[in-house]
Structures are given as C-alpha cells and as structure tokens.
C-alpha cells in the first residue's frame, strides 16, 4: 500500500469540509491508501484512535452543513 499522493486535504479538523476530505478519510478506513501520520490523527475526528467510516461519515456530514462540529466516540 502506498502513502496516498495528496500532500495534505487534511490540515486541520476545521478545514476538513470538502467531500474529497471525506472520500480520502472512506479510502484510508478501507485500506486503499494510507494516510501520513499526521492525516490519520487529524482525520480521526471522533478521537476513537482510528480512521474509520464512521469518521468519513462524520466528515461529509460537516461538509455539506449538516453538522455543526465533530462529534467524540463514545
């Protein structure tokens, strides 16, 4: 698996707002690409300690308006 080629969608949990923020954090979750360190952590935005659907959900729902702010895992 190689280290995915776009330098960095995810700069910080505030700017993750674009639906390619979403789709790279779904790809990451499935193993189709791997993230740097620093794009896992600020990709993990339920603070669960991993990069799951559950984030790329999270992050498409904040993209298109229909949430405020992350929300942690339970």
Do not use: R
């Amino acid at each position: 698996m190689a280290i995915c080629p776009i330098l960095m969608l995810f700069t910080k949990k505030a700017m993750l707002t674009s639906s390619a923020d979403a789709l790279m954090a779904l790809q990451a979750a499935v193993n189709k690409i791997q993230l740097s360190e620093e794009q896992a952590n600020l990709a993990d935005v339920n603070e669960d300690g991993n990069v799951t659907s559950a984030d790329a959900l999270q992050i498409l729902q904040f993209a298109v308006g229909k949430i405020k702010s992350y929300t942690k895992a339970q």
